[in-house]
């Protein structure tokens, strides 16, 4: 498989110091092995978390107690280990439960941890002087984002993570119980490299990152742009509660996945926008990333929905060779991206034909048999509900599914085998998304998804 590119960057000249280096070692546990490295001179102590989650397994998580996850170190890992988010209760404090990403310094100030890691992504930061990790965030002070590996952001704060996708390798990690091979999301060969940028665009009322000026990412696939007046379809990615429109790409790797999903012929090449949510106006007050303590509502999705249609929208069809109709425009979102992916599936229609409600936070109230006598275009739609089996909205998900079965509308599901409400699992949804549904023939029925429709 091909290498990520951190490691590519510790074989130049030899003043690049990388702070990550993911090192093929052909051993157990995993056959990788992570290096972090990180200069403090004054640090007493140095934890790395920031999105780092503890392993656990099958055999020890459910989807309502999260007590008994196995909380294993990556030192003790076995195939078919993978991590979940771990939101309640939280890890109890040491002594009873010891943050396993404690780092090691010499006397020159130099920190360091290695520890076999499996196929996947990791968001990370380094926690100075702080002794229980799950606490420690932007708002605490304690919280320093690596130097020599800067987010994928637009203007600085607007992330608080870097992060690193660690390949599979199929002799330490092959699982007779699980596959979690996630090296759809490492970079493609070149020549199928798409571009991922950050953006700004005139939004009257934003209040982030200027008055007036908003944000959002893109994707342009590596054939954009070589074949005059060629248009392509177009997918908005959402983010969720706590996020903005560089998570996809900083936290998940979205252009790596649309790279593959186009290398591998599921797809057409494909835009990809990732808008942001919050700030576009005052009201709710100013979101900013990763402060725990000054937390604003999420916005009412149809007010988001009624912002984008004015704006964004508008901005990305005259600024971008995008297609023009709805049947080569798709809106999708995680959680309470998946609730304004529901927004637009009911009340913009006429806009998208298909839907994607990854990991979706709705609590109705869901579409009946009215709504469909009064939006027939509802019943024609290419849609994908998909959640995580330890998903914390694994309920809220089952009740959407109910509402559109209760209507008959066909929709492909996916239940992510090993999936909380996490960014392991949201990779798992788009890559499913763009295998099963995406651009697929309307209307849906039992042979979608079962063959290559390219
Ligand atoms: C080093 O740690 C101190 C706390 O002792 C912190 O204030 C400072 O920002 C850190 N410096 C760097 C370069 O990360
Ligand atoms: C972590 O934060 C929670 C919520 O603020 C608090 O209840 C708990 O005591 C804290 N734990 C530690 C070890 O500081
Ligand atoms: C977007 O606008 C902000 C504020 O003016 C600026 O700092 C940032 O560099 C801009 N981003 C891009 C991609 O132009
Ligand atoms: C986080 O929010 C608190 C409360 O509003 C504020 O006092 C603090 O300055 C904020 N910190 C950062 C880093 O934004
Ligand atoms: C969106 O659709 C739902 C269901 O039909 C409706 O209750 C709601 O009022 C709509 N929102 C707006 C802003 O029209
Ligand atoms: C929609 O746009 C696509 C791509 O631009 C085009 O191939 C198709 O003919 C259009 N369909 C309609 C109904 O306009």
Redo the contacts with the bound molecule.
């Keep these: 498989m091909f290498l990520p590119s951190i490691v590519v960057a510790c074989l130049l000249p030899l003043q690049v110091v990388a702070s990550v280096t993911i090192r093929k070692t052909g051993r157990g546990p995993t056959g990788y092995e992570v290096d972090f490295r990180y200069v403090n001179k004054t640090a007493e102590r140095v934890l790395i978390g920031g999105g780092i989650q503890p392993f656990t397994d099958q055999f020890h998580t459910t989807g309502t107690s999260y007590r008994f996850n196995g909380r294993y170190d990556p030192h003790d890992y076995q195939p078919g280990d993978f991590y979940v988010s771990n939101p309640s209760p939280q890890l109890p404090a040491e002594p009873l439960y010891k943050w396993p990403y404690d780092m090691t310094s010499s006397d020159d100030g130099v920190w360091t941890y290695t520890a076999p890691l499996p196929s996947g992504i990791y968001s990370f930061a380094y926690l100075v002087n702080c002794n229980y990790a799950p606490n420690c965030s932007i708002d605490t002070g304690h919280l320093v984002i690596d130097p020599d590996l800067p987010p994928f952001q637009n203007v600085q704060g607007d992330q608080v993570a870097s992060s690193f996708q660690v390949p599979f390798d199929a002799k330490f990690q092959a699982s007779p119980e699980l596959n979690t091979n996630f090296d759809y999301a490492l970079d493609a060969p070149k020549g199928h490299r798409g571009v991922v940028r950050t953006a700004n665009y005139t939004s009257p009322g934003s209040i982030h990152p200027a008055p007036d000026v908003h944000d959002f990412s893109i994707y342009l696939p590596a054939e954009y742009g070589t074949i005059p007046g060629k248009?392509y379809p177009l997918l908005y990615l959402s983010h969720g509660a706590g996020g903005n429109g560089a998570d996809w790409e900083n936290l998940g790797r979205m252009s790596h996945i649309m790279d593959n999903l186009i290398r591998l012929k599921h797809i057409p090449p494909t835009v990809v926008v990732t808008p942001s949510f919050y700030n576009l106006d005052p009201s709710g007050g100013k979101f900013i990333y990763g402060n725990k303590s000054h937390s604003v509502p999420v916005p009412p999705a149809p007010h988001v929905r009624q912002n984008f249609e004015k704006y964004l929208f508008p901005w990305i069809e005259s600024h971008y060779q995008v297609?023009?109709?709805a049947?080569?425009r798709a809106f999708a979102g995680l959680s309470m991206g998946g609730v304004l992916a529901y927004e637009m599936y009911v009340n913009a229609t006429d806009q998208f034909d298909y839907y994607g409600m990854f990991s979706p936070a709705t609590n109705g109230p869901y579409i009946d048999a009215a709504s469909v006598a009064a939006n027939p275009g509802l019943m024609r739609k290419g849609i994908m509900v998909a959640y995580g089996l330890y998903d914390f909205v694994f309920p809220q998900a089952r009740e959407l599914q109910t509402a559109l079965d209760g209507v008959g509308v066909r929709y492909l599901n996916r239940v992510t085998p090993f999936g909380s409400h996490y960014w392991n699992t949201w990779q798992d949804e788009l890559w499913w998304f763009g295998v099963r549904v995406l651009w697929k023939p309307l209307p849906f029925g039992v042979r979608t998804g079962r063959g290559r429709d390219l």
């Design positions: 248009k297609c023009q109709n049947s080569c």
